[in-house]
């Protein structure tokens, strides 16, 4: 199967060159990271879908795919919702109140905060003290009789951005009054948070068990605390989940970056004699 490879510095200019040279449903194989003295450098390895299905791949994913604008689009009608769900302690919270409140994120739009985080002690109080502070609007759902009230006092908002409960990925129904309200919100976006650090089992079985609702996104956080570590980075390409945010800190709002800008990040720490951009073909 011809394979054509791509090495550079910057993993979208490489998707982009991948479907410029292959096509637009050019398949993705693989997305490595080479570390060099001088930075990181990514390999992008893609074929045409046919080629790529001769070979026993399936067309998972198209290049553009893995990495989204840190901007989201506005739907033609309604607020744009988005909830971010994931494990205790992966960084919910903190990246609610990076999105609600950095200037490149939703620029002039009016955002609201909506916490569904009864569970926890501290919770809703940690969300509603970032709200104050920017002076956002801000509400709690307990139930579904909550949403209704909720929707209200968003009326004006652009934005609703919803924080959930941490859950495990064994536990099946702890928190499945949540997931029954998400289910309500019928969210556009429901961004998994994995933290960077995460074994890639572990991401892997948290992407299984994410069900309800549909997780359309994943969203990697803590890139401080491994900056070495592209795992699920790749884990979006295979599953076909886009990244559209990361971060890389506790600092609010600014520890925050789009996926390309974070696999620019990704530090050196293993030398290889590879140069600029280069391509082969295997
Ligand atoms: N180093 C680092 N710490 C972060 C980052 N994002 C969040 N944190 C920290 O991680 C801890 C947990 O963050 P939260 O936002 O409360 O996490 P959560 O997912 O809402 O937690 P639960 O509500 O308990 O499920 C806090 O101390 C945050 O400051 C990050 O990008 N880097
Ligand atoms: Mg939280």
């Known amino acids: 199967m011809p394979i054509r490879t791509l090495v550079g510095p910057n993993v979208a200019t490489l998707l982009k060159q991948a479907q410029l040279v292959?096509?637009?449903?050019?398949?993705?194989?693989?997305?490595r990271r080479i570390r060099t003295p001088d930075g990181t450098l990514?390999?992008?390895?893609?074929?045409?879908?046919?080629s790529a299905a001769r070979g026993g791949v399936a067309a998972r994913s198209t290049p553009t795919a893995a990495l989204e604008m840190i901007v989201p689009a506005q739907p033609a009608r309604g607020p744009l919702i988005v909830a971010l769900v994931g494990a205790t302690g992966s960084g919910k919270t903190?990246?609610?109140?990076?999105l609600a409140t950095h200037p490149r994120v939703f620029g002039s739009r009016r955002v609201g905060l909506l916490c569904l985080d009864t569970f926890r002690i501290g919770a809703i109080d940690q969300l509603r003290t970032y709200a104050q502070?920017?002076?956002?609007p801000f509400d709690v759902a307990y139930g579904s009789e909550d949403l209704e009230r909720a929707r209200g006092k968003f009326a004006d908002c652009d934005v609703i951005l919803v924080d959930t409960p941490g859950r495990s990925p064994r536990q099946k129904?702890?928190?499945?009054?949540?997931?029954?309200?998400?289910?309500?919100?019928?969210?556009?976006?429901?961004?998994?948070?994995?933290?960077?650090?995460?074994?890639?089992?572990?991401?892997?079985?948290?992407?299984?068990?994410?069900?309800?609702?549909?997780?359309?996104?994943?969203?990697?956080?803590?890139?401080?605390?491994?900056?070495?570590?592209?795992?699920?980075?790749?884990?979006?390409?295979?599953?076909?989940?886009?990244?559209?945010?990361?971060?890389?800190?506790?600092?609010?709002?600014?520890?925050?970056?789009?996926?390309?800008?974070?696999?620019?990040?990704?530090?050196?720490s293993r030398q290889s004699d590879h140069g600029g951009y280069r391509e082969a073909v295997a």
Request: hydrophobic share 50%.
């Open 94 to 98: 903190t990246t609610v109140a990076k």
């Open 173 to 268: 129904n702890d928190r499945a009054s949540a997931g029954g309200l998400l289910e309500a919100l019928a969210p556009q976006e429901v961004h998994l948070v994995i933290p960077a650090g995460t074994a890639p089992r572990l991401a892997r079985m948290m992407v299984r068990e994410a069900r309800t609702p549909r997780v359309t996104h994943l969203l990697v956080t803590k890139c401080d605390e491994a900056p070495d570590e592209n795992g699920v980075f790749d884990l979006a390409v295979d599953q076909a989940l886009p990244i559209r945010w990361t971060t890389d800190g506790q600092d609010v709002p600014f520890d925050l970056a789009s996926a390309d800008e974070a696999m620019l990040a990704i530090r050196i």
């Open 133 to 136: 502070i920017a002076q956002l």
């Open 42 to 50: 990514f390999e992008v390895a893609a074929a045409d879908p046919v």
């Open 22 to 31: 292959i096509g637009a449903d050019a398949v993705i194989l693989h997305v």
